[in-house]
Nanobody
Framework: QVRLLESGGGLVQSGGSLRLSCQAS????????MAWFRQAPGKEREGGSC???????YYAQSVEGRFTISRDRAKNAVILQMNNLKPEDTARYYC??????????????????????WGKGTLVTVSS
């Protein structure tokens, strides 16, 4: 059974850092596209970071230069390192994957319904 479990969220001050982890089970995440989305209260879900099956990465403009997505192959996990956090980064962060999609691009990050498997999310709160 495919499962994704996010962790690492919390409360941090503006300018601080957090490291989110998405623990995969039921499949080897090394071979599949993995993405991070977020949803702030009252707002639509938005795509942030993605790593393709070939390990190419994609970042939304809002997080580029501050967030880094990577694989922890030893732990079958995907990491989102978030630096220089801003209050507008406050959201629940979700990890997602799919076994048919392979390329990270704007379309995939916009039409998140294309990804079949989702975790329950971890809450990130950035105080000003």
């Amino acid at each position: 059974q495919v499962r994704l479990l996010e962790s690492g969220g919390g409360l941090v001050q503006s300018g601080g850092s957090l490291r989110l982890s998405c623990q995969a089970s039921g499949f080897n995440s090394d071979y599949w596209i993995m993405a991070w989305f977020r949803q702030a209260p009252g707002k639509e879900r938005e795509g942030g970071s993605c790593i393709s099956s070939r390990d190419s990465t994609y970042y939304a403009q809002s997080v580029e230069g501050r967030f880094t997505i990577s694989r922890d192959r030893a732990k079958n996990a995907v990491i989102l390192q978030m630096n220089n956090l801003k209050p507008e980064d406050t959201a629940r962060y979700y990890c997602a994957t799919d076994f048919e999609e392979s390329t990270c691009n704007t379309a995939l990050m916009t039409y998140s319904y294309r990804l079949d498997y989702w975790g329950k999310g971890t809450l990130v709160t950035v105080s000003s």
